[in-house]
């Protein structure tokens, strides 16, 4: 399986601020199609996660500019600036490019 | 609006049997590949098993092979999660889950259904 590892487990961040977020896989997730499918959740307090990258930096459908998504291969980061008190929770970065899907677990962004 | 409404969880014996169902609203099920992936008590998430759109093709984690089937019912727009031989370590939150078109990873999530597995 491949293993994707997270970090750090928790920031701490002012609001207005940046962030970043990496996320590491054990092996490539380039597919052989040439797709990457890393994917970025965002867990909010009480809720269902929600999708917020797909395939490494395609925002989904609603979700802000703040958020973005960058990587190749096998490092992957998600920055979110400026910001906003609703971006706190439990991030998750995924890996679809082969089963099993795999999440990492998790970094939980709190305010300073 | 998409809507994913899981059912069926609830107290279950460890051996016993239980049956998750999701139904979905919105969008054109058919369409669409669908996941369960589960979250245990205050841990993260774990995906479960996959099912494509017409059936064809199912994949099942590790943890899980053998012991639980996932299908659907296009008319009915709703998926289903059969879960047996039940254990302790198969406590947690079970969300249903969109499958991105054309793509992997999870666009729309329900709301869960918690299943507990104690004596």
């Known amino acids: 399986d491949v293993v994707m590892t997270q970090t750090p487990v928790s920031l701490s961040v002012s609001l207005g601020g940046q962030v970043s977020i990496s996320c590491r896989s054990s092996?490539?997730?380039?597919?052989?199609?040439?797709?990457?499918?890393l994917s970025w959740y965002l867990q909010k307090p009480g809720q269902s996660p929600q999708l917020l990258i797909y395939k490494v930096s395609n925002r989904f459908s609603g979700i802000s500019d703040r958020f973005s998504g960058s990587g190749s291969g096998t490092d992957f980061t998600l920055k979110i600036s400026r910001v906003e008190p609703d971006d706190l929770g439990v991030y998750y970065c995924g890996q679809g490019t082969q089963y099993p899907y795999t999440f990492g677990a998790g970094t939980k962004l709190e305010l300073k | 609006e998409v809507q994913l409404v899981e059912s069926g969880g609830g107290l279950v014996q460890p051996g016993r049997s239980l049956k998750l169902s999701c139904v979905a609203s919105g969008f054109t099920f058919s369409n669409y590949g669908m996941n369960w992936i589960r979250q245990a008590p205050g841990k993260g998430l774990e995906w479960v098993a996959y099912i494509s759109s017409g059936s064809s093709y199912i994949y099942y984690a590790e943890t899980v092979k053998g012991r639980f089937t996932i299908s659907r019912d296009n008319a009915k727009n709703t998926l289903y999660l059969q879960m047996t031989s039940l254990r302790s370590e198969d406590t947690a939150l079970y969300y249903c889950?969109?499958?991105?078109?054309?793509?992997?990873?999870?666009?729309?999530w329900g709301q869960g259904v918690m299943v507990t597995v104690s004596s």
């Open positions: 889950a969109r499958q991105i078109t054309g793509s992997s990873g999870f666009d729309y």
């Open positions: 092996q490539s997730l380039v597919h052989n199609n040439g797709n990457t499918y």
